[in-house]
């Protein structure tokens, strides 16, 4: 005789763990497909063991399975609930039909703000391979300072930066249609490349260009004007000097210019 799920229901059978830690439960293999010469010939049905294991054999569960029973039917009540919820916000679109305007501008702002940050990514990584090189070497150059190529080069490759400040404002979420496509900005996003790449450059060179002088001028320009103002001290003692000396002269004339 061929064993079944059906002719031999999967029976549990419990087996209390030692110190009290709770009840075991015990089976057979579920799906067990064996030919042997002690208990016979098996041919159980995987689906149909997992589904008696699942309700405790039509009833007669473990307190534990049923409490794993009653858990898994709690969740699916709470998903199907999340998803009915999920489901009206969808459908309302994340708020009252006034605001629908105003998302649909921000979708757009973000999609123009991602397109041009990847547009700033490419001109970065062109300018990597030439002519970045070419200018930190000839700032390397200069002997100006230790830190003069590392300045160029840090701002050059992270003009991704400035992707909220350069390029074209995003069309106005009624001049469409439809929602726009990539394709579409992106051609807004090239018609304005040039400008943007102006503007960019602008900023890029300033903020290398803020790290030079206050390393390099900055210093320089102190050092001038701590020159002058000694300069300006040495000629007021001079004058004084020789002011002293005339006093001292009895009855001699001030030097012309002193007089």
């Given at each position: 005789?061929?064993?079944?799920?059906?002719?031999?229901?999967?029976?549990?059978?419990?087996?209390?763990?030692?110190?009290?830690?709770?009840?075991?439960?015990?089976?057979?293999?579920?799906?067990?497909?064996?030919?042997?010469?002690?208990?016979?010939?098996?041919?159980r049905?995987?689906?149909?063991?997992?589904?008696?294991?699942?309700?405790?054999?039509?009833?007669?569960?473990?307190?534990?399975?049923?409490?794993?029973?009653?858990?898994?039917?709690?969740?699916?009540?709470?998903?199907?609930?999340?998803?009915?919820?999920?489901?009206?916000?969808?459908?309302?679109?994340?708020?009252?039909?006034?605001?629908?305007?105003?998302?649909?501008?921000?979708?757009?702002?973000?999609?123009?703000?991602?397109?041009?940050?990847?547009?700033?990514?490419?001109?970065?990584?062109l300018?990597?391979?030439?002519?970045?090189?070419?200018?930190?070497?000839?700032?390397d150059?200069?002997?100006?300072?230790?830190?003069?190529?590392?300045?160029?080069?840090?701002?050059?490759?992270?003009?991704?930066?400035?992707?909220a400040?350069?390029?074209?404002?995003?069309?106005?979420?009624?001049?469409?249609?439809?929602?726009?496509?990539?394709?579409?900005?992106?051609?807004?996003?090239?018609?304005?490349?040039?400008?943007?790449?102006?503007?960019?450059?602008?900023?890029?060179?300033?903020?290398?260009?803020?790290?030079?002088?206050?390393?390099?001028?900055?210093?320089?320009?102190?050092?001038?004007?701590?020159?002058?103002?000694?300069?300006?001290?040495?000629?007021e003692?001079?004058?004084?000097?020789?002011?002293?000396?005339?006093?001292?002269?009895?009855?001699?004339?001030?030097?012309?210019?002193?007089?």
């Open positions: 005789m061929v064993k079944t799920s059906i002719s031999h229901p999967l029976r549990i059978d419990e087996v209390k763990a030692p110190n009290n830690a709770g009840i075991i439960g015990m089976t057979l293999c579920p799906g067990k497909k064996i030919v042997s010469a002690i208990s016979g010939v098996w041919d049905d995987l689906d149909i063991d997992l589904r008696n294991l699942e309700n405790g054999n039509g009833g007669s569960a473990t307190g534990a399975l049923q409490e794993k029973k009653d858990s898994r039917q709690y969740r699916v009540r709470e998903l199907k609930d999340f998803d009915a919820v999920l489901s009206e916000v969808i459908a309302a679109g994340f708020g009252p039909p006034a605001l629908f305007p105003h998302l649909r501008q921000y979708a757009i702002n973000n999609a123009m703000l991602c397109l041009k940050a990847q547009w700033l990514k490419k001109l970065s990584a300018i990597r391979d030439e002519p970045l090189p070419k200018w930190k070497r000839q700032a150059e200069t002997g100006l300072h230790a830190d003069f190529s590392s300045w160029i080069d840090n701002v050059m490759t992270h003009l991704v930066c400035y992707c400040t350069v390029g074209p404002n995003p069309p106005a979420q009624n001049s469409f249609s439809d929602g726009p496509t990539a394709v579409e900005l992106a051609g807004i996003i090239c018609t304005g490349a040039r400008e943007m790449f102006l503007a960019v450059r602008e900023l890029a060179c300033g903020v290398w260009w803020k790290s030079f002088d206050t390393a390099v001028l900055k210093p320089v320009s102190q050092q001038i004007a701590d020159a002058k103002k000694e300069q300006k001290a040495l000629k003692r001079l004058l004084d000097s020789k002011l002293d000396t005339a006093e001292c002269s009895a009855g001699e004339p001030l030097p012309a210019g002193y007089q």
